[in-house]
């Protein structure tokens, strides 16, 4: 059980939208920074959006990120099939005193 | 660039400690929080516990004391230790640059190592 809720799975079409929600609490989402990570089959995690809504040098702005209150998001624009990936959004919890996960969302191109 | 490589056995026998060590290049150590977070098969990501580059830690309470993080800045590299382990230990194990904290969170993960407890 995540501590941080999203949806295990989401699918669109090539250039379509896609969002990705994280829904987590006062102790995390609220008050600290969301992060999130895209992981394709056997390889590492990689940082995609820090901060709420930056992005590393390197990630195409099709990649967008948002928050209000205690609920992130992740919103992926032009979609392509190289986008099909495992995509975890993760916050400080002031509670654990340490990083918590979303269960992640895998993301089919249909 | 900035680099992270895990290394360890990967067959761990049942209530033995399992042992990593990340090796890091491209960075010195000093300034950085570090973190180790493993992923069990098929699973989602899973925060074992980060390091200072002073040597303060802070250990997910989940793993109930049986894990110890430290680091040696003169081999520029961190190591993890898991005791009494059991199957669920079984995971992939990445180390990573950062704590999930802070304007970055964690901005470097190592390729990962693939431990298995049997």
């Known amino acids: 059980q995540s501590v941080l809720t999203q949806p295990p799975s989401a699918s669109g079409t090539p250039g379509q939208r896609v969002t990705i929600s994280c829904s987590g609490s006062s102790s995390n989402i609220e008050t600290n920074y969301v992060y999130w990570y895209q992981q394709f089959p056997g390889r590492a995690p990689k940082l995609l959006i820090y901060a709420d809504n930056q992005r590393p040098s390197g990630v195409p702005d099709r990649f967008s990120g948002s928050k209000s209150a205690t609920s992130a998001s992740l919103a992926i624009s032009g979609l392509r099939s190289e986008d099909e990936a495992d995509y975890y959004c993760e916050a400080w919890d002031d509670s654990l005193t340490g990083p918590v996960f979303g269960g992640g969302t895998r993301l089919t191109v249909l | 660039q900035v680099q992270l490589q895990e290394s360890g056995p990967g067959l761990v026998k049942p209530s033995e400690t399992l042992s990593l060590t990340c090796a890091v290049s491209g960075v010195s150590i000093s300034g950085y929080f570090w973190s180790w977070i493993r992923q069990p098969p098929g699973k989602g990501l899973e925060w074992i516990g980060s390091i200072h580059y002073t040597g303060s830690t802070n250990y997910n309470p989940s793993l109930r004391g049986r894990v110890t993080i430290s680091v040696d800045t003169s081999k520029s590299q961190l190591s993890l230790k898991v005791r009494s382990t059991t199957g669920p230990d079984t995971a992939v194990y990445y180390c990573?640059?950062?704590?999930?904290?802070?304007?970055?969170?964690?901005?470097?993960w190592g390729q990962g190592t693939t431990v298995s407890v049997s």
């Open positions: 990573t640059r950062g704590r999930g904290a802070g304007t970055y969170g964690m901005d470097v």
